[in-house]
């Protein structure tokens, strides 16, 4: 075991190499990398596990649901669409963690230059993840009901059955958490070098965690408090950015409004629009340097566990970063 602690020996090559990639500003990198932040980003949370509160055939508000009802049709029409759509997110997402690295480790930046080649790569996390996550929540449903079911038939009091359940739920989904997370952070640039699927990479990601648990650890914590930290300060950003958006579309509207009366409703339509087609790339641009440094930070200290994977050691100016 490393006497150091990877997960603070990383940070400050990891702001040396975001500053080198993103300093000076280069409107074509950040834009590419705003892209792909859109793709990578929300991934993490696409998993809800409390989509069916009051079970089979009944909707959140505990009226029956009417399959032939005459809007039947265009609900389910909208669940196939939201759900091809979480699915489009998550291949392409799944991709672009490739992408990412291949981006962040030779310096050029392109959407496009390494897709193709890691969609295999990129297919199969995306299978993993999901089957991983699928695993574990039947997993959750066998442990809760496991405990639930003999503390009710005791007659228990549904207080301290939620006492029994919540920490026994939540240390599942921290399980869940912690195990996509090492899978990003360190099984997708192993199965870059070794160019191998996902239960391979996992082993020998796994040949070099086991033989460290107390670095290991130590890199989850900090990574999550580094990861909230971050968050925070990207939220007062973007709330800065949407604040600096809105108010002159508000005084517009509101002028709007002064002069035509009821009349002034598309120009609010059109304002609203105008917003969100500048406030959504502008909040993606304010993301990158975050999420370049946290993967950069994953890269650093991947490669203090294993010189092997060491993505970051290449040659002096070996990578134009493409604008």
């Not at 639930?148 to 059955?161: D, I, M």
């Not at 609010?268 to 440094?293: C, D, E, N, S």
Request: neutral net charge; contains cysteine; proline residues 5%.
């Amino acid at each position: 075991m490393s006497s150091a602690i990877h997960a603070f020996t990383a940070i400050d090559g990891a702001v040396s190499h975001t500053k080198s990639l993103l300093w000076p500003f280069r409107a074509g990198v950040w834009l590419r990398l705003a892209v792909i932040s859109l793709f990578i980003g929300g991934f993490g949370g696409g998993f809800n596990f409390f989509s069916f509160p009051d079970g089979g055939g009944h909707a959140g508000s505990g009226m029956p649901v009417d399959l032939f009802a005459p809007g039947a049709g265009f609900i389910f029409l909208l669940i196939g669409v939201i759900l091809l759509l979480a699915l489009f997110f998550g291949i392409i997402g799944s991709i672009f963690q490739f992408v990412f690295v291949d981006c962040l480790t030779t310096g050029e930046v392109s959407l496009s230059r390494t897709f193709g080649m890691r969609s295999g790569k990129g297919l199969r996390l995306f299978l993993f993840q999901v089957l991983f996550a699928l695993l574990m929540v039947a997993a959750m449903i066998v442990v809760l009901l496991t405990i639930f079911l003999p503390v009710q038939s005791v007659g228990a009091p549904n207080l301290l059955a939620l006492i029994i359940l919540v920490p026994a739920a939540l240390l599942i989904l921290v399980i869940i958490g912690i195990v996509l997370m090492l899978t990003i952070d360190f099984v997708v640039p192993v199965m870059i070098r070794s160019d191998c699927g996902v239960i391979d990479g996992w082993r020998h990601a796994l040949a070099f965690l086991r033989p460290d648990l107390v670095n290991a650890a130590a890199y989850v914590v900090f990574k999550f408090l580094l990861g909230i930290v971050l968050g925070l300060i990207a939220l007062v950003l973007a709330l800065i950015a949407a604040a600096v958006i809105a108010v002159p579309l508000v005084a517009v509207g509101v002028v709007a409004g002064i002069a035509l009366g009821n009349a002034a409703v598309p120009v609010y339509l059109l304002l609203l629009l105008i917003g969100i087609v500048v406030a959504v790339p502008v909040l993606l641009l304010v993301q990158v340097p975050f999420a370049t440094f946290l993967r950069y930070y994953s890269l650093g200290v991947l490669g203090r566990f294993s010189p092997e994977y060491d993505l970051l050691a290449r040659p002096e100016g070996s990578g134009a970063v493409s604008d």
